[in-house]
């Protein structure tokens, strides 16, 4: 077990009487951690976009894995090749303890706060590793082409491998975005086969009341470096403060968006349950996707018929 007083990590206070202990996070070894809490406070997110929801996580997902939103549960989606340490930290003054995921940056890409002392007690059965163990387990080298001698590399005889987003289904869509928060996909989004447009990001606060005021159930997923959480019900309230920033209680989570720090917001069609199904994409201002707005998994025809409704109405603006 590696033992850190204090705590250098961000999001906690280095004058706080606390300490920290690095535990397993590769997986399953942390899917099993995570589902031993049963109640716990998770947040993931950055300073646009915020999803916090409290009680139990489902079995966490790798990128590639199957995906569901289930009521009730905290759903979790990362990359293992971007969370690089988790950590479980207790301060001293406060007794509160939490558990967070960090990518190689130290940055805490996922944080859940155990809430009752039950949990806390447990965190102690946590299975610890050695300083420097990560997510992503030993790094593996790409092969690439080989080189000559003094010379440019040689291609190889092989087809260019097309990324599965390029035609994939709604899955495809999150786990591009999870890789690197959607950067790599957005520059060249051009090649997308499916259907995609942009929004005007003003639609975002109007299409939140409506699906409030009518009843009609969302889903919402949240990224951050390398994580990804979601919820899905219906808007049971929404509210917009003067400097923009727009809140939505969505099923058992509370979900934020600065609409000052999206930049741009694309509706894209990608195959689902229920076949095409529509999707407002926020992005920041670095083109990173911060949120997703959509329907996940097998909601009834009649939502997905009448979220499509709402997607196709939603007025574009010129590119």
């Known amino acids: 077990m590696a033992e850190h007083h204090g705590c250098g990590f961000e999001g906690c206070c280095g004058r706080r009487n606390g300490s920290a202990r690095l535990i397993d996070a590769r997986m399953p070894e942390l899917a099993r951690c995570l589902t031993l809490f049963q109640y716990v406070q998770a947040v993931t997110g950055g300073p646009v976009a915020r999803i916090d929801q409290a009680g139990s996580y489902a079995v966490p997902s790798l990128r590639?894995?199957?995906?569901?939103?289930?009521?009730?549960?905290?759903?979790?989606?990362?990359?293992?090749?971007?969370?690089?340490?988790?950590?479980?930290?207790?301060?001293?003054?406060?007794?509160?303890?939490?558990?967070?995921?960090?990518?190689?940056?130290?940055?805490?890409?996922?944080?859940?706060r155990l809430l009752s002392e039950g949990d806390r007690l447990l965190a102690g059965l946590a299975g610890t590793v050695d300083a420097g163990a990560s997510a992503a387990g030993p790094p593996v080298v790409p092969a690439g082409p080989p080189i000559a001698p003094d010379g440019p590399p040689i291609a190889p005889d092989v087809p260019e491998r097309v990324p599965e987003w390029e035609d994939g289904d709604q899955l495809a869509q999150l786990d591009a975005v999870l890789a690197d928060c959607g950067a790599a996909r957005r520059e060249v989004f051009h090649r997308y086969r499916?259907?995609?447009?942009?929004?005007?990001?003003?639609?975002?606060?109007?299409?939140?009341?409506?699906?409030?005021?009518?009843?009609l159930p969302i889903g919402v997923a949240v990224f951050a470096p390398a994580a990804m959480q979601a919820c899905g019900g219906r808007v049971h309230v929404t509210d917009r403060t003067v400097g923009?920033?727009?809140?939505?209680?969505?099923?058992?989570?509370?979900?934020?968006?600065?609409?000052?720090?999206?930049?741009?917001?694309?509706?894209?069609?990608?195959?689902a349950a229920h076949g095409p199904t529509s999707a407002l994409e926020l992005d920041d201002e670095d083109g990173r996707c911060v949120a997703v707005i959509t329907q996940f998994g097998m909601?009834?025809?009649?939502?997905?018929?009448?979220?499509?409704?709402?997607?196709?109405?939603?007025?574009?603006?010129?590119?």
């Open 194 to 215: 499916g259907e995609h447009r942009p929004i005007d990001v003003d639609v975002v606060p109007a299409v939140l009341d409506h699906v409030c005021s009518v009843g």
């Open 244 to 271: 923009g920033r727009v809140f939505a209680a969505v099923a058992e989570s509370s979900v934020e968006i600065d609409l000052a720090g999206v930049r741009a917001c694309h509706l894209v069609r990608s195959t």
């Open 64 to 112: 590639g894995e199957a995906f569901a939103v289930r009521p009730g549960s905290i759903a979790l989606r990362i990359d293992g090749a971007g969370v690089d340490t988790a950590v479980v930290a207790r301060d001293e003054d406060t007794g509160s303890v939490a558990l967070r995921l960090l990518d190689a940056e130290g940055r805490t890409v996922h944080q859940g």
């Open 299 to 319: 909601v009834g025809e009649d939502v997905h018929a009448a979220w499509e409704h709402l997607a196709a109405s939603l007025p574009g603006i010129s590119t």
